[in-house]
């Protein structure tokens, strides 16, 4: 059976850092692409970064680029969200999903998580 577990969420300051996993197991082989969305109280959950678990390939929404880094173990089958200089604005419950393609499109997706609350405040 599919699963997906993240962890890794906490109450860090601005500009502190953070690292987020991400566990899934029990899929196919076509569903292999990764990745981390975010939703923030009052907003649409929107998309951060996806990784093709097959070759490492990565997609960053503007936002993440030069801070977020996403990554993946194959032994361990797991995907990490690597975040610095973190902001206010970072703030969100942050999914973990798969999909068997590549998008920025959460409707693509069709395994989540439950979630992992990031706050970014002083």
């Known amino acids: 059976q599919a699963q997906i577990a993240e962890s890794g969420g906490d109450l860090v300051q601005p500009g502190g850092s953070l690292r987020l996993f991400c566990e899934a197991s029990?899929?196919?082989?076509?569903?292999?692409?990764i990745a981390w969305f975010r939703q923030a109280t009052g907003k649409e959950r929107e998309f951060v970064a996806v990784v093709n678990w097959r070759n490492g390939n990565t997609i960053y929404t503007d936002s993440a680029k030069g801070r977020f880094t996403i990554s993946r173990d194959n032994a361990k089958k797991s995907v990490f969200l690597q975040m610095n200089s973190l902001k206010p604005e970072d703030t969100a419950v942050y999914y973990c999903?798969?999909?068997?393609?590549?998008?920025?499109?959460?409707?693509?997706?069709?395994?989540w998580g439950q979630g992992t609350q990031v706050t970014v405040s002083s």
């Open positions: 999903a798969a999909a068997s393609r590549v998008s920025n499109d959460q409707s693509r997706y069709d395994y």
């Open positions: 029990g899929f196919g082989f076509d569903y292999s692409k």
